[in-house]
C-alpha cells in the first residue's frame, strides 16, 4: 500500500471498501470506523471493531440547517453497520447531548447487547426511546467514572471529564491489541459548578503505560488558550440581573444544566420567580432534579402560564430556541406566539449559547423579531453570558501531552478544524505521534501492523421528519425545495376522449409564483400552448391518462427554464370528458 504524506498527517490513497485489506493477515484486527461527527458538527458516531466484538461510541444526531425543508432531524445513515458487523455489541455515550444520544433510537434495532451511560446521559436517554415505542427495559446500564466493564474481550474504562454539562465522561477501550482513548467532548475547568474535575492523573497514567491512539475533540482548536470556566458566566449574568427593570428571558441549550443553574441561583438572589418554557427544558430539568443536579429552592418556581400573573420585573423565563429553531418556544415568544409569555420594551432576552454554524441566520431573524417587540438582546460578543463547554487550543494541547498517543486522529468538527487539529498535534508531539486525518465512512486500521486509513465505507445522512412520516426521501426534499424557490403550477386540462383533444379552454392554477411582466406574458400563453402540447401527443400518450400528464410536466418545466428562468413544480390535472 502506497501512503502519501500531505503536510503533518497521512492519509491513505487506497479506495477499497471492505473493513480490512484482501490478502492482509488472518487474526483479529483493530479497526475504527467514523460514522458521523468528522466533517460537521454533531451526528457524532464512532465505530470500534476488535474481531467480532463492535462497539458504536455515541449516537449522535444534528439538528439540520435552513435548507433542509421541513427536516426535523438528521442522523448519520446506518447501512454500512448492518452489511460490515451485523448488530452491535454495546453503545457507549459519553454525556447526554443532542449530538451524542439524538440518535440512539434509529440505531436501537441493531443492538444486541446494552447501553452504557452515566446515570443523567441514560435518564436524558429514556423519554427519546418511549417515544419510539422502545422499552428498553434492563438494557441501559449505568456506570460512574472509575467504572470498568467486559465486552467480550474489550475492556471498557470510564473517565470523569468537564463539559457543560454533569456526568460526562471519556472512554479508554482497552483492547489485546492496545488501548484506544476516546475524550467526549471536554474542557479542563479548575472551578467547575458541581466540583467535579476532570481526571487528569488518570489520564496521565495512560499515557505512562502506553495509549495506542486518541481521538480527541476538535472543537474549538482555532479558539487560543484557555476557555474560561462555567463560573465565569455569573458576572455576566449577574449584570443583566442587576440592570434588566422588566422581565428577562434566557435561552440555552436544553442540557445545558450547569448553565441552568446559575441562572436558578441568580434568579434567587435577585427575588425572581423562575419559570421554564420549551418542552424539552422542562422535561430535562425535572429529570436533573429528580437525579440531584439541579437545586431549586421552594417557592422558587412557577409555571409558564402563570408569568402573567407577576409583574415582569419579578420573572425570569429559562426557555429553548437559542439556535432559531422556529418551532422553539423562543421563536414562538418573539413572534408574540407564545400563549403565556409575551415581551415588552423593557424586557431582557439573553442568548446564553453558542451560535452554531449554519444557524447565524436563523438566530439573527429571531433577534430580529425581539427587537421589533422592543426588547433588548444581550448575546455573548456583548456580554459574557456564555462560556464553551469545549477546551479551546491550549487545552487540546495538555490532552495530547498527557495521553501521549501512538496515533492521534482529530474527530468532532468541519474539516478545516480537523485539518488544524492534525498540525497542532504534529507540532506538539514533535513526531513521537502519527496524525491520521479522517473523514466520516474511513476506515482507520490500527491493527495489526502500522495504523493507517484503509479504505473506505458508505456513509451519508437520513433526513427525519418526526411530525409526519418519519424518513424524508432526496425526491420529496428536492420537490419542497422547489416549492420554496418557485412554486407550483396546476395546469387543468379537459380532454375529449373520442377525439383526443382539448376540450374548451385550459385553466392554469399557480401558488407561490413571483409573477413580473415576462412571466404573466408567459402565463397567458399557457392556454393556448397546453393545447399544442396535447395536439401533438402520440397516440398512445392520448389514451394514457399518466403518459399525456408527464409530457405535459416535461414541456412546461422546459418553457418555464427557458423563457423566464424559473423551475416551479408542474403537477398536471387531466380530465377526460
Not at 411582466?517 to 397567458?524: I, K, N, W
Request: one cysteine or more; a negative charge.
Amino acid at each position: 500500500m502506497k501512503l502519501f504524506l500531505t503536510g503533518p498527517y497521512v492519509r491513505s490513497t487506497t479506495a477499497m471498501s471492505a473493513i480490512s485489506a484482501p490478502g492482509a493477515a488472518t487474526g483479529p484486527t483493530l479497526d475504527v470506523i467514523p460514522l458521523g461527527g468528522l466533517g460537521e458538527f454533531g451526528m457524532n458516531m464512532l465505530l470500534v471493531v476488535w474481531d467480532d466484538t463492535a462497539i458504536l461510541i455515541d449516537a449522535g444526531a444534528m439538528f439540520p440547517g435552513p435548507e433542509l425543508l421541513g427536516v426535523d432531524l438528521v442522523v448519520p445513515n446506518l447501512g454500512c453497520l448492518q452489511e460490515r458487523v451485523g448488530r452491535l455489541a454495546a453503545v457507549v455515550l459519553t454525556h447526554g447531548h443532542e449530538d451524542h444520544i439524538g440518535a440512539l433510537p434509529y440505531v436501537w434495532p441493531l443492538l444486541e447487547g446494552p447501553v452504557y451511560g452515566t446515570p443523567l446521559t441514560l435518564a436524558l436517554v429514556a423519554p427519546k426511546l418511549e417515544e419510539h415505542g422502545v422499552a428498553p427495559a434492563d438494557r441501559l446500564c449505568e456506570v460512574a467514572p472509575g467504572d470498568t466493564v467486559k465486552v467480550g474481550d474489550v475492556t471498557l474504562e470510564f473517565i470523569r471529564v468537564t463539559h457543560s454539562m454533569p456526568d460526562c465522561v471519556a472512554v479508554a477501550i482497552h483492547t489485546p491489541a492496545g488501548v484506544i482513548v476516546h475524550t467526549g467532548d471536554f474542557k479542563f475547568d479548575q472551578t467547575p459548578p458541581d466540583g467535579q474535575a476532570l481526571d487528569v492523573h488518570r489520564f496521565s497514567e495512560l499515557g505512562r503505560t502506553g495509549v495506542l491512539a486518541l481521538f480527541g475533540d476538535s472543537t474549538n482548536i482555532e479558539r487560543p488558550g484557555f476557555t474560561p470556566s462555567e463560573i465565569d458566566v455569573v458576572d455576566g449574568l449577574e449584570q443583566v440581573f442587576s440592570s434588566a427593570t422588566g422581565k428577562i428571558v434566557v435561552a440555552v441549550f436544553a442540557s445545558s444544566l450547569h448553565r441552568i443553574q446559575i441562572v436558578v441561583d441568580l434568579a434567587a438572589q435577585f427575588g425572581r420567580k423562575l419559570a421554564f418554557a420549551g418542552r424539552s427544558v422542562i422535561q430535562n430539568t425535572q429529570i436533573a432534579r429528580q437525579l440531584g443536579h439541579l437545586r431549586l429552592p421552594a417557592g422558587l418556581q412557577i409555571r409558564d402560564t402563570e408569568v402573567s400573573n407577576h409583574p415582569a420585573r419579578d420573572v425570569v423565563c429559562v426557555t429553548t430556541g437559542s439556535q432559531g429553531e422556529r418551532r422553539a418556544a423562543l421563536s414562538r415568544i418573539a413572534t408574540d406566539n407564545h400563549h403565556h409569555v409575551t415581551l415588552e420594551p423593557d424586557d431582557v432576552v439573553v442568548f446564553s449559547a453558542r451560535a452554531i454554524p449554519g444557524n447565524l441566520r436563523a438566530i439573527g431573524r429571531v433577534m430580529n423579531h425581539i427587537a421589533h417587540r422592543g426588547a433588548e438582546v444581550i448575546h455573548e460578543e456583548r456580554t459574557r453570558v456564555h462560556v464553551s463547554g469545549h477546551g479551546s487550543a491550549e487545552e487540546l494541547k495538555l490532552m495530547l501531552s498527557l495521553v501521549r498517543p501512538r496515533y492521534f486522529v482529530p474527530i468532532h468538527g468541519e474539516y478545516r478544524y480537523l485539518a488544524e487539529h492534525a498540525r497542532v498535534a504534529a507540532r506538539v508531539t514533535g513526531g513521537r505521534t502519527t496524525v491520521l486525518l479522517a473523514e466520516d465512512g474511513d476506515v482507520i486500521h490500527l491493527a495489526p501492523g502500522d495504523g493507517r486509513i484503509e479504505g473506505r465505507v458508505a456513509t451519508g445522512r437520513v433526513l427525519i421528519d418526526r411530525t409526519r412520516s418519519g424518513e424524508v426521501s432526496d425526491d420529496v426534499l428536492r420537490d419542497r425545495r422547489c416549492l420554496a424557490a418557485d412554486g407550483v403550477v396546476v395546469p387543468v386540462i379537459a380532454v375529449n376522449r373520442q377525439a383526443g383533444r382539448v376540450a374548451g379552454t385550459p385553466d392554469v392554477i399557480t401558488r407561490g409564483v413571483v409573477v413580473d411582466e415576462r412571466t404573466q406574458a408567459l402565463l397567458e400563453q399557457l392556454p393556448q400552448l397546453l393545447a399544442e402540447v396535447i395536439a401533438g401527443a402520440s397516440p398512445d400518450e392520448r389514451s394514457t391518462q399518466g403518459l399525456l400528464a408527464e409530457r405535459v410536466r416535461i414541456e412546461l418545466e422546459r418553457v418555464f427554464r427557458k423563457q423566464v428562468d424559473r423551475r416551479p413544480l408542474v403537477l398536471p390535472v387531466i380530465t377526460e370528458i
